[in-house]
């Protein structure tokens, strides 16, 4: 057989390929349309109740699905040069669907009488306009492009256990209005944002040479914080939430933490190293509920 028959017949088995990934990308438009708000039914049996366990979490997760918004402006800037298949992926699937988690949210919290999601839309901090500078440089935009599919994969990740366990506690309550009509249809939307990163994080890591994965490793050590938490009261905002969903001790916290990151300490390293998860992942999420306590204290 010819070398390059032999090589096209290697790159057919391999999982990653662009065409493969726009095959995801059509399915999850076609399958998946954005949630249409008139099909919730927000009716909740006792509000109070649901308020007492529940609004930090409601909160927190509605201003991080409503603040997709912003963070398209954001990749818009740190993927000057993305393929096609990312643009397609998060402008024409990736936000329209979030954005309606969030909408759906935020309309089920203002119903329970809470105050809606202090949200930031339009703001890029100096921080991303720098990285936008780097990732001008082609090869290092390969690296800012595999820190968004790390950072994509462990969001989507912690959005799916949250949801699980924001569902299960409805239920246990009684409230499957909108367990069933809000929960569940979002959740059925996030699996296939994972894959889509999970798919380009393989695709890409096999193909990064190895100065590229050195520097994705120290950056993603020095950057890593969970999605909409840029801050300390936000930090400690994520906190509340792992509280509120039964995660809130260093045990059950560092259980959920290995299951986000899985494929991360798979991809990265960590699990050679013996570690079942990057430890800086342990740590942030460990300082979300640290600091949540330390608020909790001074209230
Ligand atoms: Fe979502
Ligand atoms: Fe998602």
Partial sequence: MPALSLLRTARRSEPWSEPRLVAHVDRLAEEHPPIDLATCDFTVRRPDEVVARFAPALDYMARAELEVERNTLELGVLLPHA???????????????ESQHGLALDELQVRLGLPPAQTDLTTLSPKIRAVGALAQVGALQDVVRMLY????????????????????????????????????????????????YQLSARGLWSRLAEWQRWLVRRMRAVSFAPVAAGDDSRKADVGDMMVALGIGTPESADEFVQTVARTEAELLGAAD????????IV?????CLELARQRAALA
């Avoid at 393929?83 to 669907?97: A, C, I, K, L, N």
């Avoid at 190293?273 to 800086?280: D, E, I, Q, R, T």
């Avoid at 740590?283 to 300082?287: D, I, Q, T, W």
């Fill in 83 to 97: 393929p096609d298949v990312d643009r397609y992926f998060y402008r024409e699937v990736w936000q329209p669907q």
């Fill in 273 to 280: 190293a013996g570690l079942a998860v990057p430890p800086y």
């Fill in 283 to 287: 740590r942030s999420f460990r300082e």
């Fill in 149 to 196: 599919y790390l950072t994509g994969m462990t969001t989507e990740r912690s959005a799916l256990l949250a949801y699980h366990r924001l569902h299960d506690g409805l239920v246990d309550m009684g409230e499957t209005a909108v367990a069933d009509t809000i929960i569940t249809p979002i959740r059925r939307q996030e699996p296939g944002h994972f894959a889509f």
